[in-house]
């Protein structure tokens, strides 16, 4: 159901596209419901402030809802997420912070407009590199001595 749906978004010229798999499978953790989008000011401000909160907590989360469909991002790509799932100027502000400042970012340079490109380095890749068995990093050059 969900890929016959798809095929008319995409016809449509649409971006957004349903993913059938539950939410934590799919990846999402955060409810993204654009602002406006049940009609009721009360829920979508609630729905807006959790947001807000889980972004604050785990900013790698909007890194990850921003490069789902493609690679890399703008700063105003950025703003707007963080904007959209956040209510206030304070939360806004804290939010926005958290995820520019995430261990997961990465800094691509200037697009053709000059403005700022990033994306999302892959959480396995956070890790610290290896040790050998012998305390030297993997591919170092170890030196041997010849015994006499």
């Known amino acids: 159901m969900a890929a016959l749906a798809n095929q008319y978004l995409l016809g449509a010229g649409r971006r957004e596209l349903i993913d059938a798999r539950a939410g934590a499978e799919s990846g999402r953790a955060l409810d993204l419901r654009p602002a406006g989008a049940t009609g009721r000011g009360a829920e979508d ?3 807006a402030w959790r947001n807000g909160e889980r972004i604050v907590a785990e900013p790698g989360l909007v890194l990850a809802a921003l ?3 493609r690679p890399s991002f703008t700063r105003q790509e950025l703003e707007r997420f963080v904007r959209v799932n956040t209510v206030g100027a304070e939360q806004f502000a804290t939010a926005l912070v958290r995820a520019e400042s995430s261990v997961e970012i990465v800094r691509l340079g200037n697009g053709a407009n000059g403005e700022e490109i990033f994306s999302r380095r892959p ?3 956070l ?3 290896r040790e050998s068995c012998h305390g030297f990093p993997p591919g170092s050059r170890m030196v041997k001595r010849r015994v006499l």
């Open 67 to 69: 490069t789902r469909e």
């Open 45 to 47: 401000a609630e729905i």
């Open 127 to 129: 890790a610290a590199p």
């Open 123 to 125: 959480v396995g890749s």
